[in-house]
């Protein structure tokens, strides 16, 4: 019988340790400052430089997770990599995506990358990962079918998991801060707020909520400003759990959540006052035209609409490659920058009353979803798994570091139905204020 060989197994570890330490310092080294530090699965650990903290920590959870996380270049796959527990990370994930900027501007870019990806080939392997949890749709984008299946597979995880880290009203979009130390739900309370004076809602306006997510704005609207209010949605866990509500509220009388296409909803008898929040990103650029058009028709003459949606930065290119959002988060998403919003809202007849960016606020409120998500980790765990977990805790992270960096915008829209040229709307804003 042979021996193990112990020593050569711990020489060919040693190597490995070398070979990946020496990559690290060519690969990372240019970044300054070195306020992160890489954990190997061993303990060895790199960074941070002289003088600095480590904000954040990259653990290496085997010899294969580097070229994993590196090749090819992409969010998708450093994503990918973090999401199958290859890398962990510990402390603050928007660091990472500080660390990932810097590193592009020190490299020129993704393609600045690819030197390095190269390199990466010569670092070791890992066996082949089992995916069974990126998006698979099928039909054409955006039929009716198609889009049924991407809005349940990313809301339809499971009401008890958002409930984990949402505000007790489960507004899952932007909050509305009026000082840094609100927390989220006054800032979602006063969110829902503004909107209806936003939109004026009187006592018997019909309202027509388009994405509705979890019943919160239709129940506010009634129980608040008594409009008749009815919310539309895709999503079967949000449809069952906002009547539910409703009934316990007592607000069946005036209020009410279908599950029904947005093209779909009848036109016979148009409502007062229409919203949509947060779904305007499912939408896609193609049948922006249909969105408005239908909005147009379900509006009566002199309502107002106010469309909120995350937008896209103008001045930057959009990848044709897919990134992590669109196969784990938000599959057949499309972002348009505002100009583009407008321009389609303005050709399906609508006045353009009002535009207002909340671009820091939705920084604001994702900080406050990842906080919340961190604290109940393991709760989160138990109502999905780990794999879920990480998918929204890295999703919300590295989204909030994008609306911080102004990489995308959020935006409230007010448009006007004239009639004659007349829409009745006050001369000033002062009374969203008083």
Known sequence: MHEPDVD???????GQTTDILAFIEHFLGPVQPRDFAVRLWDGTTWGPGKGSQARVTVVLKHPGALRRALVPPSDLTAGEAYVFDDIDIEGDLEAIADVGERLAGSTGG?????????????????????NDRAVALSGRPHSRERDSAAIRYHYDVSNDFFRLWLDRHMIYSCAYFGSLDDDLDVAQEQKLDYICRKLRLEPGDRLLDVGCGWGGLVMWAASRYGADATGITLSRNQASFAQEQIELTGLGDRCRVELVDYR??????????????????????????????????????????????ISANALTKPSRRKGFSDVYVFPDGELVPISTTLQMAERAGFEIRDVESLREHYAMTLRQWVDRLEAHAEAARAATDDVTYRIWRLFMSFSAYNFDRNGIGVYQTLLAKPQNGSTDLPLTRSDWYA
């Open 110 to 130: 993704m393609d600045g990358l690819l030197p390095a990806a190269a390199r990466a080939l010569r670092l070791p392997t890992a066996g082949r990962r089992k």
């Open 8 to 14: 050569g197994q711990h020489e060919r570890a040693g």
């Open 264 to 309: 779909d909803v009848d036109e016979s008898r148009p409502f007062d006052k229409l919203v949509s929040v947060g779904m305007f990103e499912h939408v896609g650029k193609a049948l922006l035209p249909t969105y408005f058009q239908k909005a147009w028709r379900l509006l009566a003459p002199k309502g107002v609409f106010l469309n909120h949606g």
